[in-house]
């Protein structure tokens, strides 16, 4: 079965940029949707970022300009870019795939999902 494995979060000043890491265990990686999602204290889940099996990539508008998602398929591994961070992106990110998916912003549409990585942005 498909697991996936978060990393590369912790404590970042406001302005300042962080890069989270996937690691995808599993077999047909490149035939996987990857997504990013995050939840916040006191909210729901929601989408940040998503990149399909054929590389197009989809971003929530808070993110846009801000964030880039990234793939290495030769590596299993889906890439977060944040940049500019501001302290309403503290949140826990979850990793998240669909075998063959569009790369939709619906967490009901994913399959899969790592632990999360915490991500904390201070003022």
């Known amino acids: 079965q498909v697991q996936l494995a978060e990393s590369g979060g912790g404590l970042v000043q406001a302005g300042g940029s962080l890069r989270l890491s996937c690691a995808f265990s599993?077999?047909?990686?490149?035939?996987?949707?990857m997504a990013w999602f995050r939840q916040a204290p006191g909210k729901e889940r929601e989408f940040v970022a998503a990149?399909?099996?054929?590389?197009?990539?989809t971003y929530a508008n808070s993110v846009k300009g801000r964030f880039t998602i990234s793939r290495t398929n030769a590596k299993n591994t889906v890439y977060l870019q944040m940049n500019s961070l501001k302290t309403e992106d503290t949140a826990v990110y979850y990793c998240?795939?669909?075998?063959?998916?569009?790369?939709?912003?619906?967490?009901?549409?994913?399959?899969?999902w790592g632990q999360g990585t915490q991500v904390t942005v201070s003022s």
């Open positions: 599993g077999r047909t990686f490149s035939s996987y949707a």
């Open positions: 990149i399909n099996w054929r590389g197009i990539s």
């Open positions: 998240t795939g669909k075998y063959y998916g569009l790369g939709q912003s619906s967490a009901n549409e994913y399959d899969y």
